[in-house]
């Protein structure tokens, strides 16, 4: 897809793109890698699992997770089935995650920052401008601190697979274009249901409102908050252009996805099957990254397309933001683990 755009150049100095030449490539979403792996023939039970997310059949959350169905019904010969319900019809990430517990769902893939309630570490994740880029992202998610965190959910009756990526997030508002902190002074902003993030735009001087992501499209229609932050795609697939008019490319924080199961449906796996959906997810995970990277700018553009007007900001005005967010560090930097923070620095600073 080819537009003509143009550039121009606010008095703050930050390019609106308004117009410009689009540069990224339309997502390639029509085969995913082939599915390779040794195919379990001999009937070791059958299952038909239950998979709730919260985005749209659009997204690459939803896209990877159709392919981590079709490897395991391709290598059991069809005895696992999942069945995945989109759009966060069966509940947001904290009551499906809550269903993992009960039994009462067998898969869902939440986003880190609620799960932090379940395991405190991930909050490290949730500290802004921690991860410069996608690079260092997915180093730290495969370290081996990553793992300990996934780890970390044994015995809450939720078995966590696989860190994926939900990325960098924007911000989007309906009032005005945002280039510096002073321009969100007294937005009410959604934010996810995590004390780091309410620090966060509090830090900024906005109006923090913690809300389940199913809640936040008819809460910026209504005008019950000025404006949310999510990554460029799941901006675009969850339609928020429609009711946002304004996007600042502030990529002030890296959310992981985390690909789970609830223990009960794990237990009842045969060791065998256990491990292929350890391998499905792993490998789902790596493309659903794949696609998440694809995505981003290409989704960006698209906004610009539909008439969003795209902020981008250049170092000086991160560097604004940055400062402006120094005070969550200090508050939670002890919270978290200053020794898990400086792993995770060093980690990232070794994989820019
Ligand atoms: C989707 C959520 C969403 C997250 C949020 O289930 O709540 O804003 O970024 O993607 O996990």
Redesign the pocket.
């Known amino acids: 897809m080819t537009s003509i755009w143009r550039s121009t150049l606010t008095l703050a100095g930050a390019a609106t793109l308004s117009f410009g030449v689009a540069h990224a490539q339309q997502p390639d979403l029509s085969d995913p890698p082939p599915i390779e792996g040794e195919v379990i023939s001999e009937d070791l039970g059958s299952h038909t699992l239950r998979m709730g997310?919260?985005?749209a059949e659009t997204s690459p959350?939803y896209l990877s997770s159709k392919y981590f169905a079709e490897i395991l019904n391709e290598r059991t010969e069809g005895r696992i089935t999942v069945n995945i319900f989109p759009n966060?019809q069966l509940g947001?990430?904290v009551q499906?995650m809550e269903m993992l517990q009960t039994g009462s769902l067998d898969l869902t893939?939440?986003?880190s920052?609620?799960a932090t309630t379940y395991v405190p570490e991930l909050r490290v994740f949730d500290l802004p401008f921690l991860l410069p880029t996608r690079d260092a992202a997915v180093a730290v998610m495969q370290s081996d601190a990553a793992q300990e965190m996934l780890d970390g959910f044994e015995g809450t009756g939720i078995k966590a697979l696989a860190f994926s990526e939900?990325g960098f997030?924007q911000l989007t508002n309906s009032e005005r274009e945002v280039s510096s902190p002073d321009d969100v002074e007294g937005l009410t902003i959604?934010?996810?249901?995590n004390q780091v993030q309410l620090s966060i735009w509090e830090a900024l001087g906005a109006n923090p409102t913690p809300m389940?992501?199913?809640e936040?499209f008819s809460a910026m229609e209504q005008g019950v908050i000025d404006g949310?932050?999510?990554?460029w795609s799941?901006i675009l697939t969850s339609n928020f252009n429609e009711v946002q008019d304004y996007g600042s490319e502030t990529r002030h924080v890296y959310?992981p996805?985390i690909l789970m199961m609830s223990e009960r449906s794990w237990e009842r796996l045969d060791p065998q099957y256990q491990e292929l959906v350890q391998d499905a997810a792993r490998k789902s995970a790596e493309y659903e990254i794949q696609l998440a990277s694809e995505y981003d700018n290409w989704a960006r553009e698209q906004l610009a397309e539909t008439g969003m007007e795209i902020t981008r900001l250049d170092d000086d005005q991160i560097a604004a933001f940055q400062d402006a967010v120094e005070s969550v560090y200090d508050e939670w930097a002890p919270e978290i683990g200053e020794d898990l923070v400086e792993s995770i620095r060093q980690i990232a600073s070794e994989n820019q």
């Open positions: 997310i919260g985005l959350q966060s947001d990430d499906m893939y939440p986003s920052s609620p939900n997030r959604r934010t996810m249901e389940a992501f199913g936040v949310q932050e999510n990554p799941t959310t996805f």
